[in-house]
């Protein structure tokens, strides 16, 4: 099994910045994109940021652009969001995606798609 966890939310002033973690555990074999989506109460979950499996590609959802940087360390699974540049209408609860991982169950290797962590609150308030 693996599991999917993020962390490095919190509470934060405009203008301040946070960093978000995520690290996939497990018996994992390889790992493909990965990313950051977020939520609020009055909004569908929308993209913040991808990077592909070696890093050298990202993409960003037009309202982060230029404040927030996703990187990724692939020996340790982990993916992070450099938040900057915080404002209000940032806070949301920031979900860890992984595209693809292909891992071992104890009986074989497996392929699973689009896995989820359970969300971290980011709130932006002064």
């Known amino acids: 099994q693996v599991q999917v966890k993020e962390s490095g939310g919190g509470l934060v002033q405009p203008g301040g910045s946070l960093r978000l973690s995520c690290t996939v555990s497990?018996?994992?074999?390889?790992?493909?994109?990965m990313g950051w989506y977020r939520q609020t109460p009055e909004h569908q979950r929308e993209l913040v940021a991808t990077?592909?499996?070696?890093?050298?590609?990202?993409n960003y959802g037009d309202a982060v652009k230029g404040r927030f940087t996703i990187s990724k360390d692939s020996a340790k699974n982990t993916v992070f969001l450099q938040m900057n540049s915080l404002k209000p209408e940032d806070t949301a609860v920031y979900y860890c995606?992984?595209?693809?991982?292909?891992?071992?169950?104890?009986?074989?290797?497996?392929?699973?798609?689009?896995?989820w962590g359970r969300g971290t609150q980011v709130t932006v308030s002064s």
């Open positions: 995606n992984v595209d693809r991982i292909s891992y071992y169950n104890g009986a074989g290797f497996v392929r699973d798609d689009d896995l």
């Open positions: 497990g018996s994992i074999h390889s790992i493909s994109g």
């Open positions: 990077v592909s499996n070696d890093g050298r590609s990202t």
